[in-house]
């Protein structure tokens, strides 16, 4: 079954532990994105892939680190993480560029930090 | 900077009931304009892109319309399972790719 996956999908942890979130495609695809969802807020990206090793910054970089070693994965990555990084997390993955390719969404992964 | 605003926050209505759901939109050049349906504690599933003014598209009891400032989500005679979060997002000319969300629709359909 063609799929986006997240683990963990529930997180509850402590300010300033690192703390990774993984994401893992298996439609081969080519773009993938994370995004950061909160109330009143919609939907914002954080950064995004075009492919292995080439990434850049959405529209809320701040306090996170992302890589891409491998096609299928893009994993998230929060070095200290802070109280108002508590969100819900999606990661998406398209076949080619946004505006042509569909977006698979993954089914979120839901941090809490305090 | 790249806007989009969509409205109203909350519609509840009755099955068979239709409506319309609006997301205006303010870009620098628009590259697509997309929905997506969101269900409670899932993922964005995709419903469609819009490119152009005047385009439309249909999906069973949904079709989407675009103007040069905003786009309708038409709801014809809607069933409880049509009860979502209809989210809207736009991807401009000077946006790489980066997509903007709006906050979304909370759409709920009573039996």
């Known amino acids: 079954e063609a799929q986006v996956t997240q683990n963990p999908r529930y997180l509850i942890t402590v300010t300033g532990k690192k703390l990774t979130v993984t994401c893992s495609q298996n439609?081969?695809?080519?773009?993938m994105s994370w995004y950061r969802q909160d109330p009143g807020l919609g939907l914002r990206q954080i950064y995004y892939?075009?492919?292995?090793?080439?990434?850049d910054k959405g529209d809320v970089p701040e306090g996170y680190k992302v890589s891409r070693k491998e096609k299928r994965n893009f994993p998230l990555i929060l070095e200290s993480p802070s109280p108002n990084q508590t969100s819900l997390y999606f990661c998406?993955?398209?076949?080619?560029?946004?505006?042509?390719?569909?977006?698979?969404f993954g089914p979120g992964t839901r941090l809490t930090v305090l | 900077e790249d806007q989009v605003t969509q409205s109203p926050e909350a519609l509840r209505l009755q099955e068979g009931e239709s409506s319309s759901l609006n997301c205006s939109y303010t870009?620098?050049?628009?590259?697509?304009l997309f929905w997506y349906r969101q269900d409670p504690g899932k993922g964005p599933e995709f419903l469609f892109t819009?490119?152009?003014a005047g385009e439309e598209k249909e999906k069973e009891r949904l079709k989407a319309t675009l103007t040069k400032k905003e786009s309708f989500l038409h709801i014809t005679a809607p069933k409880p399972e049509d009860s979502a979060t209809y989210l809207c997002?736009?991807?401009?000319?000077?946006?790489?790719?980066?997509?903007?969300f709006g906050q979304g629709t909370r759409l709920t359909i009573n039996p």
């Open positions: 998406a993955s398209s076949s080619g560029t946004i505006d042509t390719d569909t977006q698979y």
């Open positions: 439609m081969n695809h080519e773009y």
């Open positions: 819009l490119y152009s």
């Open positions: 892939s075009m492919n292995v090793e080439v990434t």
């Open positions: 870009v620098s050049g628009l590259r697509g």
């Open positions: 997002a736009v991807h401009s000319l000077q946006g790489a790719q980066k997509l903007v």
